[in-house]
């Protein structure tokens, strides 16, 4: 065990799947001999050649939909989109196909594949580069949706994620690729979809939050009773976790870097309401991003909820 990065971490995934299993393979665009645009897939070309590290053409919608073609008729491809604001010219068929197929053939088939993508703010990169819409893919019935927050989440995140049968869409927080290092086992391991993790036990506050946010939630969280969850995945997630800890702390904040409106804290703050109202002392509160499309570079930091805009979150629902 040692300590390395989520880039390494999801190298070493990919490598034991890899090994582990002949279906798997991986396509995108410049991901054998480049290593992929963050260097995720470097070596890998060497060790299982050609046949399984396929580079694409520019062309995301293609990619998408041959990963559908390998998916349903047996392999576990794996693709990589170089940015999530790339995805959207592949939802036709994400939307369309891969999340359909198992209900449009009653069972009968189904599509095993992975779309890996660097998401969020904070590498200062053009626009399309920083994108966090993740409560799009959520909203598709079909598709599971994963954001791990360490290396090792991620290696045991994405793992079971090759292995499901469904597709996943894997968001990487591109902001926090080689920002942090933590220790992961060397043996291979997998970390169930649907399952939070409890980072921190708390009284008072219950404090939601993932991907790169969590870091940022757990700074804030210091001087207060906070309860921190992790989600890890965010469809379908884990709403037993949720409702345990707001049950006990009677309070609830949510983190997300993604725009406020319709975003996935609210599901989840609707979710309590439904489920847990009678247990809340305070109001159910967002910190997101504003209603606004992803800035440039120069306003990126003025865009992603800070530690400061956290805190206060906090400080108010202990008002009450």
């Not at 041959?66 to 939802?91: D, H, K, N």
């Not at 998401?119 to 599971?144: Q, R």
């Not at 949706?145 to 079971?160: Q, R």
């Not at 970390?191 to 939050?209: C, H, N, R």
């Amino acid at each position: 065990m040692g300590k390395i990065t989520i880039v390494k971490a999801i190298n070493q995934a990919l490598a034991e799947e890899m090994a582990r299993d002949e279906d798997v393979v991986l396509l995108g665009e410049d991901i054998g001999q480049d290593g992929g645009v963050f260097r995720v897939t470097d070596g890998l070309l060497e060790k299982f050649g050609p046949q399984r590290v396929m580079d694409t053409p520019l062309a995301e919608l293609a990619i998408a939909g041959t990963a559908i073609g390998m998916a349903v008729y047996g392999l576990r491809p794996v693709a990589e989109i170089q940015f999530m604001g790339f995805t959207y010219g592949a939802l036709e068929q994400v939307f369309s196909h891969a999340s359909r197929i198992r209900s449009r053939s009653r069972g009968r088939f189904t599509c095993p594949m992975v779309i890996r993508t660097p998401y969020g703010i904070g590498i200062k990169a053009p626009e399309l580069h920083s994108e966090s819409a993740e409560s799009l893919y959520c909203h598709m019935p079909g598709i599971k949706v994963v954001a791990p927050s360490t290396p090792y989440n991620a290696k045991g995140l994405l793992i079971s994620a090759i292995r499901d049968d469904d597709m996943v869409l894997f968001m990487e927080p591109a902001s926090i690729y080689r920002a942090i290092k933590a220790e992961v086992p060397t043996e291979n391991y997998a970390i169930p979809l649907g399952k939070a993790a409890i980072m921190q036990e708390g009284d008072e506050i219950t404090l939601v939050s993932w991907g790169a946010m969590l870091h940022k939630a757990m700074e804030a969280s210091e001087g207060f009773d906070c309860e921190i969850i992790d989600l890890m995945t965010l469809k379908p997630f884990d709403e037993e976790a949720i409702l345990e800890s707001v049950r006990k702390t009677g309070r609830l904040v949510i983190v997300h870097e993604a725009t406020k409106n319709c975003g996935l804290g609210a599901e989840i703050a609707a979710l309590v309401a439904e489920e847990a109202l009678f247990y809340l002392k305070a109001p159910v509160l967002r910190v997101a991003g504003p209603e606004a499309v992803t800035p440039m570079a120069s306003l990126e930091d003025e865009y992603v909820p800070k530690v400061a805009r956290i805190r206060e979150a906090l400080k108010d629902v202990m008002k009450y």
